[in-house]
């Protein structure tokens, strides 16, 4: 099977998205984070970005509008289920990166497009490098002892958490509340 330049050109790009996507989401976000629940989506969400944005990129359509309409339909899906900020923070990363990965040779040269790349790597790999220490842990957990969660009852409500974790629990922020438990999200030291 031969190569149409259309196809080489479409695996060239997506290997170099697929390769930046890498570094950001396996060489940083995995090396400063634990979880990854997130890896699988920042990658799905990359490719298919790029192939979104490719193939919109050469029709005759207005690609803005297309974007938008994709965007907003993905806001809602993850919408339903929140994430934290930094994690939706990546996911605007690797989206970003797939659009101008996709669409950005035909307007740009490959070094400015390089350049870009390189900044977008490097400024997340310092800003994650350097806030590190100031980040606190954080878990989503279900308590269920609802007497504790009345304002005059927080300092019970702490200690019993620190006690039943044991983390050293810096604050909490009580989210839904059900008859017989309550989703506390905590904010820890990590070590």
Known sequence: MELTIGLSSLLMKYTFSTFIAYLIIIQIYRRFHEGNEFV???FMFNSLIFFFA??????????????GLFAVFAILRYRTDPIPIKEMTYLFIVITLGVINAIGTNEVSLQELGFANFVIIVLTFLLEATGKEETLGRRTIEYDVLENIKPENHGNLKQDLEHRTGLSIKKFEIGRIFLDKVNIKIFYEED
């Open 40 to 42: 699988f989506t920042y």
């Open 54 to 67: 490719y193939i919109l990129g050469s029709m005759d359509i207005n690609i803005g509008f297309a974007f």
